[in-house]
């Protein structure tokens, strides 16, 4: 593995270097003799300390390179590495443990964030996708800093990313209508103080700015607009 993110940090000028770190299934480390004979010779008590190990050897490793390791928030398991960003997907909770323990986080939670989902519940009406809902009033209802934080944690709070995973989506102009128009409402989540949010007016300015997607050429979806 350090022969090949020597190989990616040659490649890409980026301050991260984003690892994973998650659905590694710890019960096929139960399984192998080889595993829990490592595990006994460096001392770890479960499979958690395993992973914890192996993230933090890398992190030694992206860090003498001058690069910041980033991962899912299963790198949380275990024991975070001193100096990991944590990108939460499985829900908020991740980010704000890694926040409260003073690591930067980016949010990316399932539940507003992942555009391979559904945005219609006709899903008769809609090209095949991976499950779920999440249209664009509940993308705008995002907030990416979580109450349970105070103004110190919220800091740490870098910002969020939206994610569109392929398994179900076949073609370029798919995937503009699974992020059109919900990028731009995350967009907007993301530099506007909760205070000011809109939704009705956001609607307002959207609908204004399908001159532009139209012109562009853009395979929007159309769900907010009708």
């Known amino acids: 593995l350090e022969t090949v993110l020597s190989e990616v940090i040659d490649l890409f000028p980026g ?10 299934l710890k019960d096929q480390w139960k399984k192998s003799k080889r595993i829990q004979y490592q595990m006994k010779e ?4 479960d499979e958690h300390e395993l992973q914890s190990y192996f993230i933090k050897r890398i992190e030694k490793f992206l860090n003498s390179k001058g690069k910041s390791l980033i991962g899912w928030d299963e790198i949380l398991e275990g024991g975070l590495a001193p100096n990991a960003v944590v990108m939460s997907w499985r829900g908020t909770e991740g980010g704000i443990e890694a926040s409260k323990a003073g690591h930067y986080v980016v949010m990316s939670p399932g539940t ?35 109450s349970e934080l105070n103004d110190e944690e919220a800091k740490f709070i870098l910002g969020a990313q939206a994610n569109v995973w392929t398994e179900y989506i076949e073609s370029p102009e798919h995937v503009e209508y699974m992020i059109f128009p919900r990028m731009l409402a995350l967009a907007e989540v993301l530099w506007t103080s909760p205070e000011k949010k809109d939704y009705d007016d956001f609607l307002q300015r959207l609908d204004h700015y399908r001159k532009y997607l139209d012109q562009e050429g853009i395979n929007y979806a159309k769900h907010v607009f009708e």
């Open 15 to 24: 301050k991260y270097v984003h690892i994973g770190g998650d659905e590694a």
């Open 42 to 45: 460096l001392g770890l008590k």
């Open 112 to 146: 507003h964030c992942y555009f391979d989902h559904y945005q219609s519940e006709e899903i008769e009406n809609e090209p095949l996708a991976i499950g779920g809902f999440t249209n664009v009033e509940k993308v705008y209802s995002f907030n990416p800093v979580p």
